[in-house]
């Protein structure tokens, strides 16, 4: 039995191929390893930004490639197919960070009721929500369409919710007004749900004219522009912005047009993957890198053991009711479709209102 995996270059993201490698002899697997099916898996622009900065944040040592190509790391489930753990069955069900691939060793290690990690050596010095599956086999909430749900949504949403505190944590910076750029995506429209929900912060969306209506129907956006009339803002205001694009000219368009009034420039995300290497000087607040870890970490040691879990948990039941009525999920089987969905996610052809949960396993 063979594995099957997709991988694109690492300098040129348009060019990807497939590759198959031999699974090993389930007899021989080591002690404590699992061998799981990868079952499905979510797509979406995040995993382009895995792929953008995947030298720079180590994305690209998860899951190793040959030599020149990558494989995008991806949030899905999992079936244990083989074990060599005493205390994980097959047939379990996991839910975590998976290789576009058919198949994944994993080097089990802490597990317990809920979950377990991989202890694999080439996993490790990462950000310690990458390398950890949850047990899921009797869980509801990561069955059906509120699995694909969590697939597609819950990492993002989990980043929009370190988001909306750092911000809160630090006052808003001065601002009463939150401007964000690509206002359609998952991300964007997950913090502007949080930052709507707090009340007294007026939520700005930026988008392009073909998505307009669709980020002015979510109702979480006080206002929703689009990128050719920025220059319309209010401009005698402080406000903070949170950058989904990384787009260098749109932010130095906004930068110019605050003035010293922006006093917040959070990078996030790089939607539309058009950050020129060498920016200058811009005035208002620099851009800085948004980097979770360091809020996880800092929030962790302040509100102690479950507190982060049990605060986004809350943040999360009052998220997910929207997602029927924003978010339509088109399934995908096979290389073709795999292959599909990546280009198309790589142009930025993918409706704002589509979720695409894929395999590379023929349906």
Not at 38 to 46: H, L, S, Y
Not at 264 to 280: F, K, M, Q, W
Request: hydrophobic share 40%.
């Amino acid at each position: 039995m063979n594995c099957t995996a997709f991988v694109v270059a690492r300098d040129d993201l348009k060019q990807g191929k497939i590759i198959e490698t031999d699974l090993p002899d389930t007899s021989r697997l080591p002690d404590e390893a699992l061998l799981v099916k990868v079952d499905r898996f979510a797509f979406t622009a995040n995993n382009i930004t895995y792929a953008v900065l995947g030298d720079q944040l180590r994305y690209w040592s998860l899951f190793p490639a040959p030599n020149g190509f990558g494989n995008i790391p991806v949030w899905g489930f999992g079936e244990v197919i083989a074990s060599r753990h005493p205390m994980v069955s097959v047939g379990e069900r996991l839910f975590g960070y998976f290789p576009m691939a058919t198949h994944l060793v994993i080097e089990a290690a802490d597990v317990s009721k809920r979950g377990l990690r991989d202890a694999a050596p080439h996993r490790q010095g990462v950000a310690p929500v990458y390398n950890a599956y949850a047990r899921v086999s009797a869980d509801a909430a990561y069955a059906g369409r509120q699995g694909d749900e969590q697939a597609l949504l819950r990492p993002l949403f989990m980043l929009s919710f370190l988001v909306d505190d750092f911000l809160a944590e630090n006052e808003f910076f001065g601002s009463r007004s939150v401007v964000l750029s690509s206002a359609s995506s998952k991300t964007a429209f997950g913090l502007a749900h949080l930052l709507h929900s707090r009340g007294g912060i007026r939520v700005i969306g930026l988008t392009s004219a073909a998505n307009a209506d669709y980020v002015a129907s979510l109702g979480c956006y006080h206002e929703v522009i689009t990128y050719d009339r920025v220059s319309a803002l209010p401009n005698d205001v402080p406000v903070a912005f949170v950058d989904m694009a990384g787009n260098s000219e749109l932010r130095a368009r906004l930068h110019h047009h605050f003035g010293d009034q922006m006093k917040y420039s959070g990078r996030i995300g790089l939607t539309h993957r058009a950050s020129a290497p060498d920016e200058p000087p811009l005035p208002g607040a620099k851009p800085t890198w948004f980097f979770a870890p360091d809020q996880i970490r800092r929030r962790a040691k302040e509100w102690g053991p479950g507190g982060i879990e049990k605060r986004f948990s809350a943040a999360w039941t009052g998220f997910a009711p929207n997602l029927e009525k924003w978010l339509t999920i088109v399934e995908g089987h096979g290389l073709g479709a795999v292959q599909q969905v990546y280009l198309d996610t790589l142009s930025g052809r993918i409706p704002p209102d589509q979720g695409h949960m894929l395999s590379l396993h023929e349906g």
